[in-house]
């Protein structure tokens, strides 16, 4: 049994590695902090990809933990709902994501959010931040990390938050502690922007996240503080590859999306220039190595983007694994190992539900079925508020465990089916059968951000 052993190397300075150096050095610890990229505070590391996010419960909890909620607070957009733009329909539909006040999710900008990080972490005086640091292996036989410039420097333990594309996993994987695999979507995605009106005000409802349903595909736009949106567009790959001019990109937006494309003055130059990228879900077994390693964050369990989970999942990892290592700090690869078990099973599940949640996304949203059931679960939700919550709910508004979430979704939804195949059946009754949910983590402070 060995307790934490410097030097403590976190690689990655993302929403993962930020975090957990923060919990790290609150637990004591001098932690050095190696990011491959430029300072985002100080640097454009992300021109050309202003990616913002969803930010829910399951990360607002280790905002809360560590303080620095509401510097995050004054840079979020709350969202009430989705508002759906059907086809062939001008007027855009509110679908609320549920009856209580605190049930919103909330724009926040991924540069921003981890500037905040940045930031609290080194306001603890115990983490120290090496930017333009890429790594590019680690050997655990001399406890050494190579880097890309062909520097290198001696850990004891080295904490891998450095994304889907760890060195760190990898390295684990050589040593033969870990097996990995990415299973690939055959659609991927561009980001666009749409611009602000000439006033600066947002040309849509800032308080939803907008979809676009078209079946096989879909476009997504959440609002950024400055007036402008970012939107996503998630489609097969063949459809990606018949967009080869800016004649195809014309006729297929005014053809998809003629409300946005109206709105949209340079769609055919941004869609030029902004990138493609691939989606996947990636499937680790053996998240650590011996006392000397391990991976988390999208390093470990990079999802699909469809359930605005992967961040959240990064950051709740980050906070489980900090619970783990405080509970018996002198058995560091026992900490590790109990993590994985408690842990993976989460992961597994919010990987299922976020490919799920792609079809709900840009199909099931204007389907007859879904939107009866929705309905249907949001009215035992306000019936039953002790013993019933919509899938989504759970996952968005709660700390459950995802893997309880799962479970308990496919119960509700075998009992709403049945519900709706036989109006004599006692839904009531059923949904009382269920067990209790549990109680908010008093840390989840629901109202931690605002929601107006
Ligand atoms: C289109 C899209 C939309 C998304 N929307 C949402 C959403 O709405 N809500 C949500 O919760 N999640 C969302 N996600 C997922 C989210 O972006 C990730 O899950 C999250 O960023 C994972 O955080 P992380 O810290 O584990 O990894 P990352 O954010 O990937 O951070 C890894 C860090 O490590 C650094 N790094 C990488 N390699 C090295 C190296 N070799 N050496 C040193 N440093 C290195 C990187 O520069 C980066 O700073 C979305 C993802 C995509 C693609």
């Known amino acids: 049994m060995s307790a934490l052993r410097p030097p403590i190397v976190v690689a990655g300075a993302g929403p993962a590695g930020s975090l957990l150096s923060i919990y790290l050095a609150r637990q004591g610890h001098d932690v050095t902090v190696y990011e491959g990229r430029a300072d985002l505070r100080t640097t454009d590391v992300d021109a050309g990809r202003s990616i913002n996010l ?21 840079i979020t957009i709350p969202m009430r709902g989705r508002m759906i733009h059907a086809e062939n329909d001008p007027t855009p539909e509110l679908q609320p994501y549920g009856s209580q006040p605190h049930e919103v999710i909330h724009s926040v900008s991924r540069r921003d959010l981890n500037a905040i990080l940045l930031d609290t972490a080194e306001a603890t005086g115990r983490v120290r931040i090496e930017f333009g640091r890429r790594l590019e292996a680690v050997d655990f036989d001399t406890s050494t990390l190579t880097f890309q410039d062909g520097s290198s420097e001696p850990f004891g333990v080295v904490f891998g938050c450095d994304g889907a594309g760890s060195p760190v996993r990898k390295a684990i994987e050589v040593a033969g502690s870990c097996t990995a695999r990415t299973e690939w979507l055959d659609h991927d995605y561009k980001e666009l922007t749409l611009p602000p009106d000439g006033d600066g005000s947002h040309r849509l409802d800032p308080h939803a996240l907008h979809i676009w349903p078209r079946g096989e595909l879909m476009l997504i736009a959440l609002a950024n503080p400055t007036g402008d949106f970012t939107v996503t567009l998630f489609a097969p790959k063949a459809v990606f590859a018949d967009l080869i001019d800016a004649d195809a990109v014309e006729a297929f937006f005014t053809d998809e999306f003629p409300d946005f ?31 000397q390693a391990i991976v988390l964050g999208d390093a470990a369990h990079a999802i699909v983007p469809f359930h605005g989970q992967g961040m959240n999942a990064a950051m709740e990892s980050a906070r489980s694994l900090a619970a783990h290592l405080a509970a018996t700090p002198d058995d560091l690869a026992g900490a590790f190992q109990r993590y994985e078990t408690s842990r993976k099973p989460d992961a597994d599940a919010i990987a299922r539900m976020a490919l799920d949640n792609y079809i709900e996304m840009r199909a099931g949203v204007v389907d007859p079925d879904y939107v009866a059931r929705r309905a249907l679960a949001l009215e ?25 979430a799962h479970r308990r979704a496919a119960r509700q939804s075998e009992i709403i089916g049945d519900a709706l195949a036989d109006p004599g059946v006692d839904i009531d009754s059923l949904v009382r059968g269920l067990p209790p949910l549990p109680p908010l983590d008093a840390l989840a402070d629901p109202e931690a951000l605002s929601v107006s």
Do not use: C, K
């Open 54 to 74: 969803a930010l829910a419960t399951r990360g607002i909890v280790p905002l809360v933990d560590v303080g620095a909620i509401e510097r995050v607070d004054e």
């Open 380 to 404: 035992l939700e306000r019936r039953h508020p002790t013993h019933l919550s919509p899938r989504y709910n759970m996952v968005m508004f709660s700390t459950m465990p995802y893997a309880e």
């Open 261 to 291: 494309a109206a709105l949209v003055p340079d769609l055919t130059d941004q869609f030029a220039h902004n990138p493609t990228g691939p989606l996947g879900t990636l499937h680790v077994d053996g998240w650590s190595h011996r006392d």
